[in-house]
């Protein structure tokens, strides 16, 4: 059986790498990609626990957040479509309008 | 064995984020990047008696999702795009080095615990867990209201999406 805290290390890994690609790329597609790594290591973290405790209500949660996964992206390229064509650019310093 | 197995999977998965998170040549070579992470993800998966769910990341992450990204990026036809320029670095290395910090704690608590510190753990699994029949059985019983709630979800996102990216009648 696989330790339950060695599922969890492989998540935290995950998650903090994909909370780095938000921090610091700067383009739109692979910071939704980096979205996307977290909410994988969310899932990951839901399988190990519900393996750890026998109940299958975590991989109910996983289908949840795959759901939520897909719409986010659907939304996510809707709106860069929607920025490169005002902008012709996906780097979000360019972006900027409503920054303070 | 199993062990190893997914020793194995973990390490792909974390070569392929960081593949896609530190490479600024092209986004087709993130996106690619991505789904080696996926399917490995997948297998790490199946190896925890996931069976149905595991199936799903293939299929719809590794599938759909990555695919519509590729989609995308070849649409727009990007340019190579680098870090950040030094006026804006300082920032984000200090946000670097926090998650850095951060994610070293957190992987030092997670295996520094003893087994025991988790309670709950059960041996031996219930016939048939994590096929189809028996997440299905309680996706379609106990959680029938969040089940209906996210095609409701996924029809809003379908719309918006439409809307969003559909170009405007006359102003290109």
New interface residues.
């Given amino acids: 059986?696989?330790?339950?805290?060695?599922?969890?290390?492989?998540s935290?890994?995950?998650f903090?790498?994909?909370?780095?690609?938000v921090?610091?790329?700067?383009?739109l597609?692979?910071m939704?990609?980096?979205i996307?790594?977290m909410l994988?290591a969310a899932?990951?973290a839901f399988?190990?626990?519900?393996?750890?405790?026998?109940d299958?209500?975590g991989?109910?949660f996983?289908?949840?957040v795959?759901?939520?996964?897909?719409?986010?992206?659907?939304?996510g390229?809707?709106?860069?479509?929607?920025l490169?064509?005002n902008r012709a650019s996906?780097?979000v310093?360019d972006a900027s309008l409503l920054k303070w | 064995m199993s062990l190893w197995l997914f020793y194995a999977f973990g390490a792909v998965a974390v070569i392929g984020a960081l593949g896609m998170v530190l490479n600024v040549r092209n986004a087709v070579a993130s996106a690619l990047c991505l789904v080696a992470t996926m399917v490995a993800l997948g297998g790490v998966h199946v190896l925890l008696e996931a069976y149905f769910v595991g199936a799903l990341q293939v299929l719809v992450y590794a599938g759909a999702i990555v695919v519509l990204f590729v989609f995308v990026v070849m649409l727009l036809n990007l340019r190579r795009d680098g870090f950040p320029p030094a006026r804006a670095r300082l920032g984000r290395v200090t946000a670097a080095a926090v998650v850095g910090a951060a994610l070293a704690g957190l992987v030092g608590l997670a295996l520094t615990l003893p087994e025991t510190a988790v309670p709950g753990a059960t041996a031996a699994l219930p016939e048939g867990f994590g096929g189809y029949r028996r997440v299905g059985a309680a996706l379609f019983t106990d959680y029938l209201l969040a089940f209906e709630a996210t095609s409701l979800l996924l029809l809003s996102a379908m719309v918006g999406a439409v809307v969003l990216a559909k170009r405007r009648g006359g102003d290109a």
């Avoid at chain 1, 059986?1 to 492989?10: D, G, K, N, Q, S």
């Avoid at chain 1, 903090?16 to 690609?21: E, F, R, T, V």
């Avoid at chain 1, 390229?77 to 929607?82: E, F, N």
């Fill in positions: 059986m696989i330790p339950i805290a060695h599922v969890i290390a492989l935290a890994v995950l903090a790498i994909g909370a780095l690609g921090l610091v790329r700067r383009n597609v692979v939704l990609m980096s996307e790594l994988n899932n990951l399988i190990g626990f519900a393996r750890h405790h026998g299958e209500t991989h109910v996983v289908l949840m795959i759901v939520v996964a897909a719409a986010e992206v659907a939304v390229l809707g709106i860069l479509i929607a490169f064509r996906v780097d310093e």
